[in-house]
Every structure is written in structure tokens, then in C-alpha cells.
């Protein structure tokens, strides 16, 4: 079985044809950034923004491929974060004011621009915000904040999950002694709402529900606490993968990542089975570019909406950032994810992580006439 599944894995590489390739064409040399897709760069209507070059730069890595990189190219990568910087805030932002409304995204940004500068040995331009400014009002008392989480609609379980797991930062920012009642009302309250035969959370489809406890399982992870009914949140997964349509990058990346999280004992047969749907998942979001697509049909303009489906809204819905055109195209985000997808199948099946092929021409220095 062992065997299958190894020899399974390495036909599944066949997928990664033409991608690096294609995540070098959207560099930038200009601004030392990465364009979220091909139409981000062809259509002269957008730049390089902040998650794109740090997903780019997290595929690198983990590809080992930063070390062909030169020095000029890094010091590039190091000016296009210090340059997003807002002085007066300390929060990294990109040129579309809409991002500044969305609080995850800013969230997310932030943590990007640290991760990136740090890799390369380098620190912001400013002062990081502080404290007292980057906690939300719901963090005034306990009371708040229970009545801040009661309060996220989960009637799309990602979605509303995610928002429940960024309050972790904030946590985390207290003293122990502080965090500890703020910890039980968060535990006290999602258990009270955990759907006790699935295991799962919130509404919306099984695999937007998968979604959304994947996202809670990094809030349980953050503080130690085991996630209740993992027996249940297992069976519910392996039923989704056998019965659902994986129709989003994130479907077919997420089942994965919660397994990663939960470590659950997986039978051969059943790791089989996983890895076989997974691949086939995967295959229907390759592109002709040699990327992958977020989505069945497109790639979304706007990530920060992609978890919402055309035509729901939400309250806490936030304005799209656009940073391509919706095309049937690879985008960074799913890029990221099908790298992601490929190691932990490995590691899931005991088995090293070994080296993608990349061309040796592929992320050097382009000669001066041709940029």
C-alpha cells in the first residue's frame, strides 16, 4: 500500500509542470514584488501587492529556491515592504483604500511584511503599531468580548470562523493571568455551539464548514487546548472528500491542513483514498499558464471576498480589493496552496519531502536588455 501511495504522490507531481515558470513570470523586477496573476500584469491596471510577493516568497522557500536569488534582488524584496509602511500607523498597506477596511487583510498584511523582512534580515521603517491602538474595542472586558463573539454570524462557517480566530492575537497579547477568563469565554462559547453529530461548525456548505473549523482549530492550537469531538470532525471530513465537489482551491487545501493540525491515526487504505481525491481535485484547478486557479471557473479579482459565493452577502462583508481581472488563469494564492497541499500530503504518508524540478534558468537575475 505504501508503495501505491508513494508511486501515487509522484505521478500527482506531474501537476507542477510549467508552474515555476509560471511564478517567474510574475515577478516584478521594477518593484521587487510579485503580481497576484497574469492579467494582475498584463492589464497595466494593477501592481504588486503585499500577500502576493510574500505568498511568492513562501513558495521559494519552501522550494529551496531563495538561495538563487542575488543579493539585489533580496535588498528589492526588503525597499517594497519598508515602502508600504504607513508611518503614521505602522500597518504595511497596499495603494487600494479598501484594503484599510478590511481588518484581516490588514491583519494578514502585517504579518506577511514582518515574516518577509525578517527572512531577509531586515526591519520595518517605523514603529510597529502599538498595543493600545491595534486592539479592538471588543477586548475592553470579558463581557465585550463574549458579546463580540456572539455576535459573528456564522451562517457561512469560513467566513465567520476566521473573524472568531483573529481575535487570537489579541489574546495573546495579554498576561496569562488577563487572557485566562477571555480563553474560557471562548472555549465555554464555541463548544456550546459545536454541531455535536459532525463535529463541525457554523452553516454553508460541508466544505465551507470544514473551512471554517480548520480555522477554529488554529485558534484551539494557539493555546493548547485539544479541539472537541476530533473522532467526529474526521468522519465528517473523509465523508465530504468522498461525496462533495471540490469546486475552490481552499476545499481541497484545508481537509489537508486540518489533518496536518489534528494528526488523527489515518488507516493506509484511507490515506490512499484521501490522496487520490485530493490529486484529482487539484487537477481540475490547473491552468494552461502552468498555475493553479482559486477557483473551478476563475481566478477571484478579490481575495479578501473569496470566501463569500456571488450574490450572499454579510454584515461584516468587507469592500473588495481588486488585484486582478477574474480570469481562467493561475493565481499566487492557489500556487500557494497547491505547494502547501503537495507537502503535507508527503508528510502525512511518512514520506520525504522531496524536491520539485525547477529549471536552472528559472528566478536568477534577467540580463539588463531584456527587462
Same mark, same amino acid.
Not at 460541508?206 to 484551539?220: A, E
Not at 456571488?310 to 480570469?327: F, H, Q, R, W
Given at each position: 500500500m505504501t508503495q501505491t501511495l508513494e508511486h501515487l504522490l509522484a505521478d500527482g507531481d506531474r501537476l507542477f509542470q510549467g508552474f515555476f515558470e509560471w511564478l517567474d513570470g510574475q515577478y516584478d523586477e521594477e518593484s521587487g514584488g510579485f503580481y497576484y496573476a497574469r492579467s494582475s500584469k498584463r492589464s497595466g491596471r494593477f501592481t504588486p501587492d503585499i500577500e502576493s510577493t510574500a505568498q511568492a516568497l513562501n513558495i521559494m522557500d519552501r522550494c529551496d529556491l531563495l538561495e538563487?536569488?542575488?543579493?539585489?534582488?533580496? $535588498?528589492?524584496?526588503?525597499?517594497?515592504? $519598508?515602502?508600504?509602511?504607513d508611518a503614521a500607523t505602522g500597518f504595511f498597506y497596499d495603494a487600494d483604500p479598501n484594503?484599510?477596511?478590511?481588518?484581516?487583510?490588514? !491583519?494578514?498584511a502585517l504579518?506577511?511584511?514582518?515574516?518577509?523582512?525578517?527572512?531577509?534580515?531586515?526591519?520595518?521603517?517605523?514603529p510597529l503599531p502599538r498595543q493600545s491602538e491595534a486592539t479592538p474595542e471588543y477586548m475592553a472586558s470579558v463581557a465585550a468580548y463574549g458579546d463580540w463573539l456572539r =455576535?459573528? =454570524? +456564522?451562517?457561512?462557517?469560513?467566513? !465567520?470562523?476566521?473573524?472568531?480566530?483573529?481575535?487570537? &492575537?489579541?489574546?495573546?497579547a495579554l498576561t496569562p493571568a488577563e487572557r485566562e477568563p477571555y480563553v474560557n469565554e471562548a472555549f465555554a462559547y464555541l463548544a456550546s455551539i459545536q454541531h455535536p453529530d459532525s463535529g463541525l461548525w457554523g452553516e454553508g456548505s460541508? @466544505?465551507? $464548514?470544514? =473551512?471554517?473549523?480548520?480555522?477554529?482549530?488554529?485558534? @484551539?492550537q494557539r493555546f493548547e487546548v485539544p479541539i472537541p469531538r476530533q473522532d467526529a470532525i474526521y468522519r465528517s471530513l473523509l465523508e465530504t472528500l468522498r461525496e462533495d465537489e471540490a469546486f475552490d482551491m481552499c476545499y481541497v487545501r484545508n481537509p489537508i491542513s486540518l489533518l496536518m493540525s489534528m494528526r488523527p491515526s489515518i488507516s493506509a487504505a484511507e490515506m490512499l483514498e484521501i490522496a487520490e481525491v485530493t490529486l484529482a481535485n487539484m487537477a481540475k484547478l490547473k491552468r494552461d499558464d502552468g498555475g493553479f486557479s482559486r477557483e473551478i471557473d476563475h481566478s477571484p479579482p &478579490?481575495?479578501?471576498?473569496? $470566501?463569500?459565493?456571488? !450574490?450572499?452577502? @454579510?454584515?461584516?462583508?468587507? %469592500?473588495?480589493?481588486?488585484?486582478? +481581472?477574474?480570469?481562467v488563469e493561475g493565481d499566487m494564492n492557489a500556487?500557494?496552496?497547491?505547494?502547501?497541499?503537495?507537502?503535507?500530503?508527503?508528510?502525512?504518508?511518512? +514520506?520525504? %519531502?522531496?524536491?520539485?524540478?525547477? &529549471?536552472e534558468h528559472l528566478f536568477r537575475d534577467r540580463p539588463v536588455a531584456a527587462e
Open positions: 538563487r536569488w542575488s543579493e539585489r534582488r533580496k $535588498q528589492a524584496a526588503v525597499r517594497f515592504f $519598508q515602502e508600504r509602511q484594503m484599510r477596511l478590511d481588518g484581516v487583510m490588514v !491583519g494578514r504579518g506577511y511584511s514582518l515574516n518577509a523582512l525578517r527572512r531577509f534580515g531586515a526591519a520595518p521603517l517605523h =455576535s459573528i =454570524s +456564522l451562517s457561512n462557517s469560513w467566513r !465567520g470562523c476566521d473573524l472568531l480566530s483573529s481575535s487570537a &492575537a489579541h489574546l495573546l460541508r @466544505y465551507v $464548514q470544514i =473551512s471554517g473549523t480548520f480555522k477554529l482549530h488554529l485558534f @484551539y &478579490a481575495p479578501n471576498v473569496a $470566501q463569500v459565493k456571488p !450574490g450572499e452577502t @454579510y454584515p461584516d462583508m468587507p %469592500a473588495p480589493v481588486l488585484i486582478g +481581472l477574474g480570469e500556487g500557494t496552496q497547491a505547494i502547501l497541499i503537495r507537502h503535507a500530503l508527503r508528510e502525512l504518508a511518512g +514520506l520525504p %519531502a522531496d524536491p520539485l524540478p525547477v &529549471a
